[in-house]
């Protein structure tokens, strides 16, 4: 098997290019057979990972947080490489699900885009835009995500909103946060949905309506506590097919990249990929 190592220097602020030496190292000490393609942009990991996706005695990982998985991800869909995961971003919500050593796991499609964990839209989404601009401002690490959740907050305004789920309809002129999810934590380590199953076809799909800017911090602590499915606000369901559409563009999460439209169509059976977690490798870097 083949080792192929996409290691994005620009994630977690750079920090993940300092270990660049270390996995050269940690491979040698395997005696496995490797490389390492060092990239700097999405599209440059996307031009590399593109290249062995079709090899079926590949593993190609994507070193850095979980927008590096997201581009490697639309490299190898309907390939036969394995993709694997080395989470060295800031946030690495995506391995958190991960039980297993290989795990075929359930990939969802918005619009043209695939995606392994969590797609969301409303003041979740803005915040994780907000925590984008942070780290290009040169925020320390361990403060991306409370300025993020401040700047949004200030920001947000809610947006009338049309769910269609597997046929049923969910419409309010006010919706504060709509959530569909593969994987169980986002957030840097948030359960946003703790049923989740990365393995089964559909995702989780959460909707909150009409919530108030005085109410925003008190549901952003249940989410932080894993108590928000009580809020009486939220409606939760599971879906495979589910179409959104607001009245004027806004911002999306997937996996970490930021897309902005009126409509969002999410196909969450849109296909299968095996996802490795090297072990070897991993313990090794934990040390």
Do not use: W
């Amino acid at each position: 098997m083949e080792h192929i190592f996409i290691i994005n220097i620009n994630s977690n602020v750079g920090k993940t290019a300092d270990r660049v030496e270390e996995i050269r190292e940690i491979c040698k000490s395997l005696d496995v057979d490797y490389k390492i393609y060092v990239t700097s942009t999405r599209a440059e990991t996307i031009d590399v990972a593109k290249q062995f996706k079709d090899d079926e005695f590949c593993v190609v990982y994507a070193v850095g947080g979980d927008g590096t998985v997201n581009a490697v991800l639309n490299s190898l869909i309907g390939g036969k490489a394995y993709l694997g995961v080395v989470p060295l971003g800031s946030g690495n919500d995506f391995c958190r699900s991960l039980n297993f050593l290989v795990t075929e796991c359930n990939v969802m499609k918005i619009n043209d885009l695939y995606c392994l964990n969590i797609f969301s839209t409303g003041i979740d989404a803005e915040i994780c835009a907000a925590a984008e601009k942070m780290k290009k401002l040169k925020v320390p690490g361990n403060q991306i995500y409370n300025l993020g959740i401040l700047y949004a907050f200030l920001k947000h305004r809610n947006e009338p909103m049309l769910i269609e789920a597997d046929g049923v309809r969910y419409y309010d002129p006010a919706m504060t946060m709509v959530t569909v999810c593969n994987g169980k934590f986002y957030g840097n380590g948030k359960k946003i949905a703790p049923n989740a199953s990365l393995s089964t076809p559909g995702a989780d799909l959460y909707m909150v309506a009409g919530m108030k800017k005085r109410e925003m911090p008190a549901f952003l602590n249940s989410v932080i506590k894993g108590e928000h499915e009580e809020y009486d606000g939220l409606i939760k369901t599971t879906a495979k097919n589910i179409l959104i559409t607001s009245d004027r563009p806004v911002i999306a999460n997937v996996d970490g990249e930021i897309l902005e439209s009126d409509q969002y169509n999410i196909d969450a059976a849109a296909g299968k990929i095996k996802v490795v977690r090297n072990e070897r490798v991993l313990s090794r870097l934990r040390k």
